[in-house]
């Protein structure tokens, strides 16, 4: 079974910029999608970036021209690169993964916090 370790969060003004990271326990090449979701208190855990195997990517309205997604086979790891970062961007990032037999597995998330 895959395991995921999400890092990269942190406290951050806003108009400010993270990097999230998505390291795998092994290979995800041969994967459905991968990315992340949000939660913030009160809310509904939602879907804020994705990529697929064949490497096309999904980015929320919400975040659109701010946040970028990526990967890196090599060393089994996504990233979400996070700029322009605002206060409604507060939440805790779940790394996602759906393997090919439509698995799921979650990352123990990681806290972002933009202040105003």
């Known amino acids: 079974q895959v395991q995921l370790v999400d890092s990269g969060g942190g406290f951050v003004q806003a108009g400010g910029s993270l990097r999230l990271s998505c390291v795998a326990s092994?290979?995800?090449?041969?994967?459905?999608?991968m990315g992340w979701y949000r939660q913030a208190p009160g809310q509904r855990r939602e879907l804020v970036a994705s990529?697929?195997?064949?490497?096309?990517?999904y980015v929320a309205d919400s975040v659109k021209g701010r946040f970028t997604i990526s990967r890196d086979n090599a060393k089994n790891a996504v990233y979400l690169q996070m700029n322009s970062l605002k206060p409604e961007d507060t939440a805790v990032y779940y790394c996602?993964?759906?393997?090919?037999?439509?698995?799921?597995?979650w990352g123990q998330g990681t806290q972002v916090t933009v202040s105003s």
């Open positions: 996602h993964l759906e393997d090919t037999y439509s698995r799921i597995t």
């Open positions: 092994r290979s995800t090449t041969s994967f459905n999608s």
């Open positions: 990529v697929n195997d064949y490497g096309t990517t």
